[in-house]
């Protein structure tokens, strides 16, 4: 069946370096590929997103490419900051019918130290 | 706040009750999703619903669980004959329209069956 893995699990760094959270997907008819941001208590909430005809998004310091030969997309966050700290998630759309239905990976919790 | 609304926010409830849920979406969206979440998991794919049409239900989703949305607008989520395994935190989603695009979560019921 459809399947969302993503890596690593839990990440540290410090405020001002960089994130990189990666993603494979396996149903090669998936063209939406959403980021959410998740904070404790909270609901998740989209960062960005990309489809399958472009390869990189970027918004100010998200970022997100798309490798769909290798089905895999990772996000990229550039000077990081202590409230950027939470959990985020990827996702990618299921079939071919673009019914909106998500796959969700498992989570990244990011922890950005001051 | 026009967002997606959830009630209750939380519900405890003794194994082998009934428990509902309700799901106000964003006004102008015709579609609507329910997932669960577990602690340190993803959301997982519930069921959707285009306008009152429930257009598809998860494979893993027991008989117990049943979801309305009678006139197209607001949903429920029923769980008869809770179990333990059923503790978890329920999220509405909705989205605007035809294709893939951005799902809108609410804040989510969070359910604890004792």
């Known amino acids: 069946g459809e399947n969302v893995e993503q890596h690593p699990s839990t990440l540290s760094v410090q405020e001002g370096d960089s994130a990189v959270i990666k993603c494979t997907y396996s149903d090669s008819a998936s063209n939406y590929f959403p980021w959410y941001k998740q904070e404790l208590g909270k609901r998740p909430q989209l960062i960005i997103d990309?489809?399958?005809?472009?390869g990189e998004k970027k918004d100010q310091r998200i970022a997100v490419t798309l490798n769909k030969t290798a089905k895999h997309f990772s996000l990229h966050i550039t000077e990081t900051q202590p409230e950027d700290s939470a959990v985020y998630f990827c996702a990618a759309s299921v079939g071919s019918s673009n019914t909106g239905k998500l796959i969700f990976g498992q989570g990244t919790t990011l922890q950005v130290k001051p | 706040d026009t967002g997606v609304s959830q009630n209750p926010r939380h519900k405890i409830t003794k194994r082998g009750q009934n428990v509902t849920f309700r799901c106000d979406p964003i006004s102008e969206h015709n579609r609507l999703y329910w997932y669960r979440q577990t602690l340190g998991q993803g959301p997982e794919f519930l069921t959707y619903f285009q306008n009152e049409a429930q257009l598809e239900k998860s494979r893993l989703l027991s008989d117990r669980f049943s979801a309305e949305r009678p006139k197209g607008s607001f949903s429920t989520l029923e769980i008869q004959r809770t179990e333990q395994g059923d503790s978890a935190m329920y999220l509405c989603?909705?989205?605007?329209?035809?294709?893939?695009?951005?799902?809108?979560f609410g804040n989510g019921t969070r359910l604890t069956v004792t």
């Open positions: 989603a909705s989205s605007p329209r035809q294709g893939n695009s951005p799902l809108h």
């Open positions: 990309i489809r399958s005809n472009v």
